[in-house]
């Protein structure tokens, strides 16, 4: 999993996991696990199918409890009279994934014909569902208007992808990637206080060009650009992401625009910033770039074995620029890697640049800043308070940020 997308503290929270009658069945494993890694407690149905692909046992033995099987279940732990109405009073999400065609018909229908149906049909939370199957059972006419059907019936539906399936065939069928239902379910149990706000994050390095092969950077991964966008997401605001050059993606709800140089990055922000509610600028921006050679390669023969001087011109603020353009109704956030001074630096930076909110942290510390999964920060607000965090994953970080720009 992409270490934006692990976030945890969903402790308390229970989700109750159907499994269906499908080869990706045991993909159902590894989301049963990702949601016990983000401390939500995990039960399970799996149908008469689904035992065909998975056993109960391999979802005990990763610690889902109960574990459901038939209607009059042969297993004893599950065996209540009103197992097919505890999910609903004992879980706060219910996923079906992979879910089969005859389960999508079943659920569409209402249909309580075994465990999973009724345990559905009685479930008055969010649902999610997944499906998997041949990409011409998912194509045919009844599939497709059952789908739509648990549309209209608020399911939360995660679609499958294309690709190839194990039938051999290619097209669309294949159960979504684990992450995408599992960031489905956690968005699911997450208060949506984000809800109807436009929220701008900026991430990753910036690449400089010099000649047709160099170029002036720094070793920003931008995963902690990527976990306050997530946090955003999660907590349901429209995300749009300017990303220098990462490796990392996202859930294709979120609006990416990819660039290279910071004034690419100054022109998407400045662009898109009068539409914004809220943004986060934590790209590492490189402040200067250097005075290109040209559009060729550089040969060291220009140099006649002589040591070079690269010249450098100052980049666009962008922090600052949006900072002076802020409306009294929109939010701003930046960062700041220190290597001295945080407080005072902090401090400066807040005022100069017109900040609501600074996150500073001290780059030469362990467990801090590029290149690890977690960061302290010294964060600042324009309302002058001020608090030094622990060690925390940056998933936490970002979510803490968020959780401090909405005090009031
Ligand atoms: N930033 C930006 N545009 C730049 C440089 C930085 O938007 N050209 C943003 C960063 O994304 C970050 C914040 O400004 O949110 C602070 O960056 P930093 O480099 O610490 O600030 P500077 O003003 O460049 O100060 P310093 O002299 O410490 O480099």
Redesign the pocket.
Known sequence: MQPHYGFAGFMGKRVHLGVTGSIAAYKALDLARALQQADCMVSATLTDAARRFVTPLSFEALGASPVYTGMFSETPDADTAFGHLEPGQAADAMVVAPASANTLARLAFGLADDMLSCQALAFPGPKIVAPAMNPRMWAAPATQRNWATLGELGYIRVAPECGSVACGETGTGRLAPVDEIFLAVLKALTPQDLAGRNVLV?LGPTREPWDAVRFWSNPSSGTMGACVAMAAWLRGADVTVVAGPTALTFPCDVAVVSVTT?RQMFAACTDLWPSMDMAC?????A?YRPVPFGETKFKKSTSAGAGITVEFET?????KTLGESKRPDQKLI?????TGNLRE?AAR?LES?HLDLIATNDIGKSGSGFGVATNEMYVLDAKGRREQWPQLPKTEVAWRLWDHLLLD
């Open positions: 900026t910071a600028l934590t790209a590492a921006v402040d980049n666009p603020d962008i922090l930046g960062f700041a890697a220190e630096e930076k640049k």
